[in-house]
């Protein structure tokens, strides 16, 4: 009779620390979801920034900036012939039948 007490306690423990495990694993996929979700917004807003040439947005809250991404069209990308980086064909620099992400590429290339 004991042996099996200490069967079921075994098999407690062992689904205790699965369940542990996997609560672990969770956490560590929302953390990486979170950080490619801000780098992805800080990548946005620097492209944005480079099209704007330093120019301040008229509205400057982050409601009023969700409201216009919502806006805008869609719009065609292109891939870096230097890089590989897709980008907004709006945002991209052509040089030479290429596209390029940014002006250090473009030098790079030619």
């Not at 917004?41 to 409601?63: C, I, V, W, Y």
């Not at 030479?96 to 030619?110: I, M, P, R, T, V």
């Amino acid at each position: 009779m004991r042996w099996l007490f200490f069967i079921l306690l075994a098999a407690l423990g062992w689904l205790l620390w699965k369940g542990l495990l996997r609560v672990k694993k969770t956490q560590i996929d929302e953390a990486a979801r979170r950080e490619a979700s801000n780098l992805q917004k800080s990548t946005e807003q620097d492209a944005r920034s480079k099209s704007d040439f330093g120019a301040k947005p008229e509205h400057s809250s982050p409601e009023a900036e969700g409201q216009n991404q919502q806006d805008l069209p869609a719009q065609a990308m292109v891939s870096c012939a230097y890089c590989g980086a897709w980008s907004p064909k709006s945002l991209a620099l052509k040089q030479q039948n290429q596209w390029f992400c940014d002006e250090n590429h473009a030098k790079a290339k030619s």
